[in-house]
Every structure is written in C-alpha cells, then in structure tokens.
C-alpha cells in the first residue's frame, strides 16, 4: 500500500522547511522528507548561525526577497518567544570605487532599506575594535543582523509536523520514471506517492539527478572558525560588534552569540566535497589563512584561542542565481536549490515562491530557470 500525500518535498533545509511550511498554510497535506533530519550537521543549514543582509549589488530581486523574509524571520522569533533572529546590524566593507558596493547602495535606496554610508574615519570612530587600513568606506545595515540557523529551520519543520504535514527522516531512491513521477521508495522499502514532488535537497540534489545537475550544481568545502574571545571584553559580541562582510578579502564574519565564539568564514570557493562521505575536520591551510585575516582586521583577537571549527558546504550554480524550475522529464517534480553559499536568509521568500509556482499563482523567473545554469562557473551574484 502507498502513502499518499497532496505534495512530497524531499530536503529539510532551509528551502525544503519553508517550502513545505507554506504549503501546509495553503491547505495542502505535505510529507517532508530527509535523510539524516531536519538542519543535519551535514546540511547547508545545519550550522549555528547565518548572515541575513540586505544588499545584493543591482540584484533588486534578492534584496526584495531579503526584505521580505526579514519579516517572516522575526515574526517565526516573536511567534515561538525564541531569539532565532537577532539584530546585530550587518556592516558591508568596501574600497573605493567598489561596484557591487556602490551597486547595493543604489539598490538600498530604491526599496527604501534603511542603511548608513560611513568613510573610514567614522568607522574607526564608530567600531574601534576593527582595523580598517585597506576599508575605504562601508555601509551599514542597522536592522539586519544574525539568523541561528540550525535551531529556526527545526522550529519550521516542527510547524509543519504540528500542522496537516508530516516530517519523516528517510533516504530515497533516485527517480527513473519519465513524464511524470507517481511514488518515490525509501530506503526501508515504503512507497510513498503525491501529485507533486518538489526535491530541495541542497548538495544532494546533483547526486539525486547526476544526468541533469552533476555539471549544473557544484557542492563545494566550506570551512569557518569559531575563536574565543578575552575575558569580560564585550567589543566582539553584539551590539558593540555587527555582523561583518568583506567581500574584498573573501571573509565575513559574526558576533560572538551566546558565548559560541567569534565566528570567521573564507567565501572562497573550496573544493569538491560529498555530503555524505567526506568528514568534516577543518584544513591546517584554511585555519592559517583565517588567523592571518584574523590577526589584521582584529588586533585584539591575534591571539585567540581556537574554540570550534564547522565544515558545511556551498552548492553553487554557474553564477549564483537559485535552481528554482520544473524537471525537463517529469512535469509534477520541481527542483529547487542552488544556494549558492548566500540562500538560507532567503528560505522564508523562496517558500512562499514555490508554494505559488505549485498553486499556479505565480509565474516562474527565467534567472531561476534550469536553462539559465550553465556547467562552467563565473560567481556573479555576491
């Protein structure tokens, strides 16, 4: 006998989670399935913490869909009485005559984002504990801030099990029907069936589809740092401290949040990594290069002890856009992901999006489209 479902998503990730969390709103009956469990230590969303930001160079539409989950983010905070947003203030380092920075400015202004522009000067004297030699200027984002990522995406999923949908962790089968796909197997032999089928499986999905996406999507080794910062010093903890990215030097960075330690990551692209084998001890390379940043931007910090280090994974398209599409082969199975290392602040957004891209309510983006991805990779989105 076959479970059946109105719709199945498979990945209980971020874009999964929200995924089927507005589907359940919209009176659907959901099955959401995955692997190892909802924000696994595996997962793109399995970390503490993520950025969420509002500039995105002339990309307007990834501001608009920020803005709009800023929203659904701190309502999902007020509503469960938990800090899983917090306003830390983002700041944006940038040199002279940055163009995504001097782009993201424009855009900011356009959609009535609230942000300052500040010289070096007024950083220095606005965040002392930061050196900032080679900043020219930055923007500031005072009420964007920190998402604990880990924690808000099993509050989403617990949403979903508490309403008309059902969490289950199971591994499945890879589909080889064509036209349209009726059930998938789990590993444990059950069949489970549904009119649509959404896969948001994050780095999976090119091992789910290697035909399709093996040359498409692109899971890379992503590495961050947690240091410990001095005894009674709050300058490295929020609200002293903001969120930080400098893309100049592909670094970003977090407060220290609930005494995890100050967090340091490379948005450099590493290597090829499998979500399922490849374990997850940080590289000696890595860990030196971080120091390094560590010891210039941070003066006060060049000698803090290593607390934590995390390995997750970007799964990058050809230039940063989401895989937001239907399958070529089978007309009720979409394919959402591509994150591309700055997704998870966008779940509540893309949610709702392919909710109304099911329902009919909205009509598909062709930057999303799988025709738009191509196998070489050129990073445009930032």
């Known amino acids: 006998m076959i479970k059946t479902y109105d719709v199945i998503v498979v990945g209980a990730g971020v874009f999964g989670s929200w995924t089927a969390y507005e589907l359940m709103k919209r009176g659907h009956r959901v099955g959401l399935l ?3 469990g909802a924000a696994n230590s595996r997962a793109s969303s399995g970390d503490e913490s993520r950025i969420i930001r509002l500039g995105y160079g002339a990309n307007e539409i990834y501001t608009r869909w920020s803005l709009r989950s800023l929203g659904s983010w701190r309502a999902l ?5 938990q800090p899983f947003f917090q306003c830390t203030g983002v700041l944006r380092m940038a040199r002279e005559d940055d163009p995504d920075a001097m782009a993201s400015a424009k ?3 356009s959609v009535g984002a609230p942000f300052e522009e500040l010289r070096r000067e ?5 965040f002392p504990q930061i050196a900032f030699e080679d900043v020219d200027w930055a923007f500031y984002e005072p009420e964007s801030g920190v998402l604990l990522a880990r924690r808000a995406v099993q ?4 949403r979903v099990r508490e309403g008309s949908g059902e969490m289950r962790t199971a591994a499945i089968a890879m589909p080889t ?3 349209r796909l009726s059930a998938v197997a789990t590993s444990d032999g059950e069949k489970l069936g549904a009119g649509a089928f959404v896969f948001a499986c994050g780095p999976w999905l090119p091992k789910l589809f290697p035909e399709l996406l093996g040359g498409r999507i692109h899971p890379t080794r992503q590495e961050v740092c947690y240091f410990g910062v001095p005894a009674g010093d709050g300058r490295f903890s929020s609200p002293r401290m903001p969120a930080w990215i400098d893309f100049g030097a592909e ?9 995890r330690g100050f967090k340091i990551g490379l948005d450099r692209h590493g290597p090829a990594i499998d979500p399922d084998t490849d374990e997850r001890m940080a590289s000696p390379e890595i860990l030196s290069q971080t120091r390094e940043f560590l010891a210039r931007r941070f003066p006060a910090l060049k000698n803090a002890p290593l607390l934590e280090t995390r390995v997750c994974q970007y799964e990058n398209t050809s230039n940063g856009d989401f895989l937001i599409d239907r399958h070529p082969a089978l007309d009720n199975v979409w394919l959402v992901g591509g994150g591309s290392g700055h997704g998870f602040k966008h779940g509540p957004a893309l949610g709702e999006y392919v909710a ?7 009509e598909p983006d062709p930057r999303f489209a799988l025709s738009a991805k191509a196998t070489f990779r050129e990073r445009a989105v930032f």
């Not at 109304?356 to 909205?362: F, P, Q």
């Open 34 to 36: 995955d692997a190892y």
């Open 77 to 81: 905070s007020e509503e469960a009485g």
């Open 107 to 109: 855009t900011l202004r």
């Open 122 to 126: 007024e950083l220095a004297d606005r």
């Open 155 to 158: 509050e989403v999923t617990r």
């Open 177 to 179: 029907e064509r036209g």
């Open 251 to 259: 670094f970003y960075g977090l407060p220290d949040l609930e005494g």
């Open 356 to 362: 109304d891209l099911l329902g009919g309510s909205a």
